[in-house]
Nanobody, 128 residues
Framework: QVQLVESGGGLVQAGGSLRLSCAASGRTSSNYAMGWFRQVPGKEREFVAAISKSGGTTSYADSMKGRFTISRDNAKNTVYLQMNSLKPEDTALYYC?????????????????????WGQGTQVTVSS
């Protein structure tokens, strides 16, 4: 079992920044790839970013490249999502997730179906 708790969401004006955190407990999260997804009501969960267990490999959805940065601190069992130049269309409930597949140090996945544990989400609202 892995428990994930997101924090850092809130209301921000367009062009602003937020930093989301995802604290993991239970099984050692540093052994696994992790990711961030987001969802708005009535739409499917959307991939945002992923990071390998080593932190050496990352991946981003096209619309987030250059604006968002995913990172992790394995000593703190925490993954971060730095979001800059936020747009109103970034408004969503943001979730972190962990994939407990024992991939290599550079393994990650962008598919929501590959992730085994999810947090409850943190709301990000960007006003125009």
């Amino acid at each position: 079992q892995v428990q994930l708790v997101e924090s850092g969401g809130g209301l921000v004006q367009a062009g602003g920044s937020l930093r989301l955190s995802c604290a993991a407990s239970g099984r050692t999260s540093s052994n696994y790839a992790m990711g961030w997804f987001r969802q708005v009501p009535g739409k499917e969960r959307e991939f945002v970013a992923a990071i390998s267990k080593s932190g050496g490999t990352t991946s981003y959805a096209d619309s987030m490249k250059g604006r968002f940065t995913i990172s992790r601190d394995n000593a703190k069992n925490t993954v971060y999502l730095q979001m800059n130049s936020l747009k109103p269309e970034d408004t969503a409930l943001y979730y972190c997730a962990v994939d407990t597949y024992y991939g290599g140090s550079y393994y990650y996945t962008t598919r929501a179906s590959d992730y085994d544990y999810w947090g409850q989400g943190t709301q990000v609202t960007v006003s125009s």
